[in-house]
């Protein structure tokens, strides 16, 4: 089978940014909405050859994708190619009965919630619209609306979270019951506006992040959740399906995907891509007829191998070690397995629990 089979679309379109958001978005803009989505089918159309047949999963990401207007996100859905996976990013307060029920009838499969956390106070201070109650609002009309696989993603490390606050959030979030939870470290980028505010607290929170990460696998996993990667959970279903994102696995697992919108990266074959983050310039060349104006990197065999290693071994399966000989420092994974951080058979490596908690040191350290 030819082609990548993971489908990523970017629509970067906010009511508002977020302090601490590093992402490719653009605030309003709803007279846009309608150009962007014929530019994202434009896109498509002149990269269909990339794409394998059929699909395996089709992401939609941002920016908030449910903040685009709902006649247009409903035409992209219903022009995008079939797939096994398909999932939307959505902040609690766009959800509506109509949005649900819209995005179930277009086929999304899938509905990744930004709830990051449950504490009104830290909710204001990482500037995000929606309330407690939102979140709980939108997993309720999901449901209603027959949504039966539901993320919910949440940071740790705010300025002014307390270890309660962490545990409290994590048990807001299980008595949900999404079927996967994504947790995630909060990364600021320095000289960002929320650096020059928090810049203090933010230092103060990184000399933590090891205690939270800790807390959050140890109650996450005594709830019978799989901490698949390092930083996704999903339920153990008792259906026989496989609730991790399947997607995100893609990424993980080194295979090839396509990226549509403004932003968006793509890794095909030995070559990544990387689209123009500028939206006139992307309206202007495919309204032309034209890809748009992309950034290209050549991927090298040592390159692909290396990244193969990082991205595979935040998995809990072992890493198959077909190919990646080359990639790997002998006396690193001597002392990495003499310090019981990872076990290798012949043809596989895999990070134990422990290593999995040290994650990148242990990587680095492995790598030739």
């Not at 089978?1 to 958001?21: E, I, N, T």
């Not at 990744?112 to 995000?128: D, I, K, Y």
């Not at 890493?319 to 990646?324: K, S, V």
Request: net charge negative.
């Amino acid at each position: 089978m030819s082609g990548a089979r993971h489908l990523y679309v970017h629509l970067p379109f906010c009511a508002h940014r977020c302090g601490y958001c590093d992402f490719v978005t653009v605030v309003g803009r709803e007279g846009q909405h309608r150009a962007y989505v014929d530019a994202l089918l434009a896109e498509l159309e002149l990269e269909r050859a990339s794409l394998g047949d059929p699909l395996e999963t089709v992401f939609l990401g941002g920016g908030t994708p449910t903040f685009t207007a709902l006649p247009e996100l409903v035409r992209l859905l219903e022009a995008l190619p079939p797939a096994s996976e398909v999932t939307v990013e959505a902040n609690p307060e766009t959800v509506t009965p109509e949005l649900a029920r819209a995005l179930r009838t277009a086929g999304v499969t899938r509905v990744s919630l930004g709830a990051q956390t449950f504490q009104p106070g830290l909710l204001r201070v990482l500037e995000r619209a929606a309330g407690p109650d939102d979140v709980r609002r939108a997993v309720r009309l999901l449901r209603d609306a027959g949504f039966d696989n539901v993320s919910l993603d949440l940071i740790y490390g705010i300025p002014g979270q307390s270890s309660a606050d962490l545990e409290a959030d994590l048990e807001e979030a299980l008595a949900l019951e999404p079927e996967h939870l994504s947790c995630y470290e909060l990364e600021a980028k320095p000289g960002t506006r929320f650096t020059h505010a928090h810049g203090d607290e933010l230092r103060r929170q990184a000399e933590a992040m090891e205690d939270y990460f800790e807390r959050v696998v140890t109650v996450l996993t005594a709830a019978g959740l799989r901490w698949y990667e390092t930083a996704n959970f999903c339920r153990r279903p008792t259906d026989g399906r496989d609730l991790r994102s399947r997607h995100n696995l893609a990424y993980w697992l080194g295979r090839d995907y396509l990226g549509l919108g403004i932003g968006a990266v793509s890794t095909i074959g030995a070559e990544r891509r990387r689209n123009t983050p500028r939206l006139g310039r992307y309206l202007e060349s495919l309204a032309a007829g034209q890809p748009p104006e992309r950034e290209l990197e050549e991927l090298g065999g040592d390159v692909k191998a290396r990244e193969r290693v990082m991205l595979g071994l935040r998995l809990d399966e072992p890493l198959r070690l077909t190919g990646l000989g080359h990639a790997l420092d002998p006396a690193g994974l001597a002392r990495v397995e003499g310090l019981g951080l990872a076990e290798r058979t012949d043809s596989t490596l895999t990070l134990t629990e422990r290593g999995r908690y040290l994650g990148g040191a242990v990587t680095a350290e492995l790598l030739a």
